[in-house]
Nanobody, 115 residues
Framework: QVQLVESGGGLVQPGGSLKLSCAAS????????MSWHRQAPGKERELVAS????????NYVDSVKGRFTISRVNANNTVYLQMDNLKPEDTAVYYC????????WGQGTQVTVSS
């Protein structure tokens, strides 16, 4: 059974940090590109960051460059999103996605940036 389980979301003040985790199971994690997406209320889901299967290549949406870092530990079947200098516009549900021979989504974790 394929599972992607996100954790680490919560409420944080502007300028603060959070680290999201996505634990994967049920597929060959090391063969999949992993990505983080987010969806704010009333907006479409957008790609935030992606990382290649071996972790050697990353990409970010312009709005998070220099503030967010995606990483993965294939031995632990886990992908992370370190989010620093958070802004109110980062408020959204954050989803983990696996892309390979098939594609899977996690259930999402809420991130709220507010004072």
């Amino acid at each position: 059974q394929v599972q992607l389980v996100e954790s680490g979301g919560g409420l944080v003040q502007p300028g603060g940090s959070l680290k999201l985790s996505c634990a994967a199971s049920g597929f060959m994690f090391g063969e999949y590109v992993m990505s983080w997406h987010r969806q704010a209320p009333g907006k479409e889901r957008e790609l935030v960051a992606s990382i290649s299967s071996a972790g050697s290549s990353t990409n970010y949406v312009d709005s998070v460059k220099g503030r967010f870092t995606i990483s993965r530990v294939n031995a632990n079947n886990t992908v992370y999103l370190q989010m620093d200098n958070l802004k109110p516009e980062d408020t959204a549900v954050y989803y983990c996605r696996a892309i390979g021979s098939r594609a899977f989504w996690g259930q999402g974790t809420q991130v709220t940036v507010s004072s």
